[in-house]
């Protein structure tokens, strides 16, 4: 299975920051990657799809990038609804996994 | 495109988990999409469990290949998911999901069910 690790695990940050979460592959994925936000209680909602590509209905204060087989997910200026869970997961192998999550929160 | 998961939320261990997803304002039939099935301990990250394609072809997670079925009735606009032989390790909340296929930017999960707790306890 492709390990897809994330870092930080959990990250503390201010209204109007800006923040950046990584996701590594273990493998190479191409751009196969999808970011989710979930908040609590709530199902995952896709953010990202194919590392670049911004889902309808998405602010674009999110943006995606990649290189190599690092991908980032990043926030130009927190609002208050972002502080949620985020997840990366890769879609070019089967069995698809995910990143075990970045929690953020409100410094 | 609405996803509703349904089923016990308590089963006992060693029986069958059984859910069910029924789907409104779509299609279960096209090519340009597919069904899944997700969990999520509490308190845990999420794991894909399986995939139901177009025609009833199917891709189970190896882990769990021997205890997983999924199946869909296109009459009634539902797909489902068992798991035989439950343990603890198999409480999670379930959520089902569509799965988008892009071309040249690989398969989303971009519309979910609200996820339903089943809790293997005796």
């Known amino acids: 299975d492709i390990q897809m690790t994330q870092s930080p695990s959990a990250l503390s940050a201010s209204v109007g920051d800006r923040v950046t979460i990584t996701c590594r592959a273990s493998?190479?994925?191409?751009?196969?990657l999808n970011w989710y936000q979930q908040r609590p209680g709530k199902a995952p909602k896709v953010l990202i799809y194919g590392a670049f590509s911004l889902q309808s209905g998405v602010p674009s204060r999110f943006t995606g990038a990649k290189s190599g087989t690092d991908f980032t997910l990043t926030i130009s200026s927190l609002q208050p609804e972002d502080f949620a869970t985020y997840y990366c997961?890769?879609?070019?192998?089967?069995?698809?996994?995910f990143g075990q999550g970045t929690k953020l929160d409100i410094k | 495109m609405l996803l509703q998961e349904s089923g016990p939320g308590l089963v006992k261990p060693s029986e069958t988990l059984s859910l069910t997803c029924f789907v409104s304002g779509g299609s279960l039939g096209s090519s340009s999409y597919y069904w899944a099935w997700i969990r999520q301990p509490p308190g845990e990250g999420l794991e894909w469990i399986g995939n139901l394609y177009h025609g009833g072809h199917t891709y189970y997670k190896p882990s769990l290949k021997s205890r997983v079925t999924m199946s869909v009735d296109t009459s009634k606009n539902q797909f489902s998911l068992n798991v035989t032989s439950v343990t603890a390790a198999d409480t999670a909340v379930y959520y089902c999901?569509?799965?988008?296929?892009?071309?040249?930017?690989?398969?989303?999960?971009?519309?979910w069910g609200q996820g339903t707790l089943v809790t293997v306890s005796s």
């Open positions: 493998q190479t994925i191409d751009k196969y």
């Open positions: 997961q890769q879609s070019y192998n089967v069995p698809y996994t």
């Open positions: 999901a569509r799965v988008s296929r892009l071309p040249s930017r690989g398969d989303v999960a971009d519309s």
